[in-house]
């Protein structure tokens, strides 16, 4: 007999750090499935974010993210990317605890430039820096929170940043690194 369902990773961290991208890789990899939750959003509500944004506001939105990765943690065995603000929710990062979080880092000007465009509702208007600064500001210490480890994706290919991460979950390690060092 097999016990519940577990993400084998969950990733988290702010807007352009590479969440889906790193996500889908590490799952073919691994030869698991993969899941976003902000598609699995807006597949289960037949809108799309900036829509729900735009008819239910942030509160509203993230009431149903809540939902959607409670029910997704439950019941998936692969790597799930959460959206930029999932960690918000105190009921989401209690039910991180005890996973394999894999918090992906990223600089303010890197972040804002792999983030310019219409599905980023908390970036659109005014100055975009100020917003992203702002951001981090308020999630850094819920990611840390929540992360079994941190893997910046700063300057480094998504081949390299995979295969740190692949190193750590296999080790059971969250410090390691390629090649088995330390820094």
């Given amino acids: 007999m097999t016990g519940p369902a577990r993400p084998v990773a969950v990733l988290v961290g702010p807007p352009g750090a590479g969440k889906t991208t790193i996500g889908r890789k590490l799952a073919r ?11 699995l959003i807006e597949e ?26 409670g029910e997704t943690l439950e019941s998936f065995n692969g790597v799930l990317s ?14 991180l605890r005890d996973l394999r979080v894999v918090h992906l880092t990223i600089g303010v000007a890197e972040g804002v430039r792999r983030s310019r465009g219409p599905g980023r509702p908390l970036l659109a ?12 500001t308020e999630r850094s210490p819920l990611y840390r929170e929540v992360a079994w480890t941190t893997v910046t994706t700063e300057r480094r290919s998504s081949g390299k940043v995979v295969s740190d ?4 979950l296999e080790s059971g390690d969250p410090h390691r690194r390629r090649g088995g060092g330390r820094r």
């Avoid at 991460?165 to 750590?168: A, C, E, G, K, S």
């Fill in 29 to 39: 990899r691994m030869e698991v499935p993969f899941l976003d939750a902000d598609h």
């Fill in 44 to 69: 289960s509500e037949g809108r799309s974010i900036p829509d729900i944004f735009a008819s239910d506001g942030e509160p509203g939105f993230r009431r149903i993210e809540e939902q959607v990765i």
């Fill in 82 to 95: 959460l959206g930029g603000g999932a960690v918000l929710s105190p009921l989401t990062r209690e039910r």
């Fill in 125 to 136: 208007g005014g100055d975009a820096t100020a917003k992203y600064q702002a951001l981090l």
């Fill in 165 to 168: 991460i692949v190193d750590r």
